[in-house]
């Protein structure tokens, strides 16, 4: 049976480790400290790395790890990243043997050019770095509103009941922006408090769910006509196209505060 072990690390970072109970594999380790802390108190061994796209916060404990563990690093192919030993592209198939795990791979560019996401269908999990977030999503440091919209649609498109594991604790503030996008959305405010409640007793906010995302993330909900018409209101834009009301949503939320 395979279970996601959550490491905080730096601020506000999540580093996922997924394991066996003896096998681990880590996703994004920003830090190798947290996680080698981690694998020595669970007693596991590491035997891969997947990174999602090449941010310091996501790859910088890399060299450290492979220091104490010779694995194979999975990586994007288009994103630049130092020692990898498989580069990955859409509908790649990543087989970690000693885990009886697969996961298949989502290009969904927009945070940066390269950024993947990795699916463990079976699990009904979803890696997805700072492309998704809880509430919210990745700011566009490189990609356009349109991949990044398009690279959305592809993750809503999952199961709804697929974990979302993304990779920072936003989502008090992201819920926040949501209700000033979408202030009548019922769902949306009973979702702030409960997420309030977990933060108030220091529990993580992550994983959530596709299903959740899809009713209170307006970065989800780019075509919901009560989103483009707050948008008009507040002077931000006036169309209901989704890459438009997207991008000013995404605009908007840049200086939220």
Sequence with gaps: ???????????????????????????????????????????LSLVAILLTHHHSDHVGGVPKLLQHFKVP?????KDPIANVTQALDEGDIVTIPELDLQLSVLEVPGHTLGHIAYVAAKQGWLFCGDTLFAGGCGRLFEGTPKQMLSSLDKLAALPDDTKVYCAHEYTISNLRFALAAEPDNAALATRFRTEQAKREKDIPTVPSSIGLEKSTNPFLRAREPAIARQLKEEGRANSNDAVTVFAALREWKNGFR
């Design 73 to 77: 690093v999975f990586a994007p192919r």
């Design 1 to 43: 049976m395979l279970s996601v072990l959550t490491v905080p690390a730096f601020n506000d970072n999540y580093l996922w480790i997924i394991h066996d109970g003896v096998h681990a594999a880590v996703v994004d380790p920003g830090d190798a400290a947290p996680i080698l802390d981690a694998l020595e108190e669970h007693k």
